[in-house]
Nanobody, 125 residues
């Protein structure tokens, strides 16, 4: 069975940094898409950053480009999201998601196959 476990969320001041981790387990195939998504109160869940385990191509939402970096360690089956220069509008529950077929990192992101529990990120002074 597939499991995704996030960690690293918390409270940070504007301009600060956090690093989120997502540990994936239970996949029977080597190739899958994985990424980070977030949902703020009263808003739709949106894609933040995604990465392919096969070729390493990445996607970033325009709102986080030049501030967030997604990376992976295939040997550990772990994906990271380094978040720098955090803003109050980054406040949300951050989710890790994966899909064995085609990961959706924009548009209808809820169709992605597997989801973690989520971790709260709050940016406030």
């Amino acid at each position: 069975q597939v499991q995704l476990v996030e960690s690293g969320g918390g409270l940070v001041q504007p301009g600060g940094s956090l690093r989120l981790s997502c540990a994936a387990s239970g996949f029977t195939e080597d190739d899958y898409g994985i990424g980070w998504f977030r949902q703020a109160p009263g808003k739709e869940r949106e894609g933040v950053a995604c990465i392919s385990t096969s070729d390493g191509f990445t996607y970033y939402a325009n709102s986080v480009k030049r501030r967030f970096t997604i990376s992976r360690d295939n040997a550990k089956n772990t994906v990271y999201l380094q978040m720098n220069s955090l803003k109050p509008e980054d406040t949300a529950v951050y989710y890790c998601a994966a899909d064995r077929h085609e990961l959706s990192c924009s548009g209808d992101v809820l169709k992605n196959e597997y989801w973690g529990q989520g971790t709260q990120v709050t940016v406030s002074s």
